[in-house]
C-alpha cells in the first residue's frame, strides 16, 4: 500500500462502529489496525465489540508512542498491542478482520491473500482491492473475505464498487468527483488494465 505517513485524518468514531459492524467483529475475533495511527479503531473493537484481542500497527514512531500511552491510560495494554513496524513485515497468521485504509498498490492482493488465513475479513476504505469482488460493503467501506474471489468481468466488480451497473467511463467520472478520495489514477488505470484483460 502506498507510503509515506500521509495525513493525521483519523475516522470518526461513527465510522469506526460502522466498519466493525460490518465486519461483524465479536469475541471470537483478533482485529488488527494497518496504519493505526492514534489507535482508536483498536480500542472501539475491544470496548465496544469485545474482540478477544486488538492489534495496532503503526510506522510513525511518535504515533505508535501516543496510541501505546493512550492504551495503557485506559488499562486495555492486556488486550491492546501497539507495534511500531511497517505492515508489509507484520505477522497477521491471527488476524480474522484487518482493517487497512490506505490506497492499494500492485502486490496487495498477492501479500493479504498469503499472509491471511481462510474466512478472515479485508477492510479497505473508498475501493475493494481492483479486481476482487467485496463480499459486503457499506460505503466507504468494502470487505472482503480469504480466499480472495477475482474476477475477470469489469462489469460485475464496477456494480460491485458502486452499488449499480455501469460503464468504466462512469466508474471514473464518480470516482473523479468524490470529494474523500483523492486517488493515483495513473496507477489505478494501470493495475486495472493488469486485471481486466478486456480493457
Ligand atoms: C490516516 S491514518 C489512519 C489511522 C486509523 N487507522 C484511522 O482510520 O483512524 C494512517 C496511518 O497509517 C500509517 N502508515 C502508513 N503506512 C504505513 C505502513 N506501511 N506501516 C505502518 N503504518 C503505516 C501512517 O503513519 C498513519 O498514521
Known amino acids: 500500500m502506498m507510503h509515506g ?9 461513527r465510522h469506526i462502529r460502522k466498519l466493525l459492524g460490518l465486519a461483524r467483529a465479536t469475541k471470537r475475533d483478533v482485529f488488527y489496525d494497518l496504519g493505526c495511527g492514534r489507535g482508536q ?21 511518535g504515533r505508535a508512542a501516543k496510541a501505546a500511552a493512550y492504551v495503557e491510560k485506559l488499562g486495555l495494554s492486556d488486550r491492546i498491542e501497539i507495534r511500531n513496524e511497517d505492515f508489509i513485515d507484520s505477522d497477521l497468521r ?26 478472515a475479513r479485508f477492510v479497505t476504505l473508498f475501493l475493494p482491492f481492483i479486481g476482487v469482488v467485496p463480499t459486503a460493503a457499506d460505503y466507504p467501506f468494502y470487505i472482503m473475505e480469504l480466499p480472495f474471489k477475482e474476477t475477470r468481468d469489469v462489469s460485475l466488480w464496477i456494480s460491485k464498487v458502486l452499488f449499480r451497473r455501469a460503464t468504466i467511463d462512469e ?12 486517488y493515483d489514477k495513473r496507477t489505478f488505470k494501470r493495475i486495472m488494465k493488469e486485471r481486466f484483460t478486456d480493457l
Do not use: M
Open 5 to 13: 505517513w500521509g495525513p493525521e485524518d483519523y475516522q470518526s468514531n
Open 171 to 182: 466508474l471514473y467520472r464518480e470516482l473523479d468527483t468524490d470529494r474523500e478520495y483523492r
Open 41 to 61: 479503531l483498536c480500542v472501539v473493537a475491544v470496548t465496544e465489540f469485545g474482540v478477544k484481542r486488538a492489534v495496532g500497527i503503526e510506522l510513525h514512531r
Open 94 to 119: 491471527d488476524a480474522t478482520i484487518v482493517y487497512c485504509g490506505q490506497y492499494e498498490v500492485e502486490e496487495d492482493i498477492a501479500h493479504f491473500g498469503s499472509e491471511l488465513r481462510a474466512g
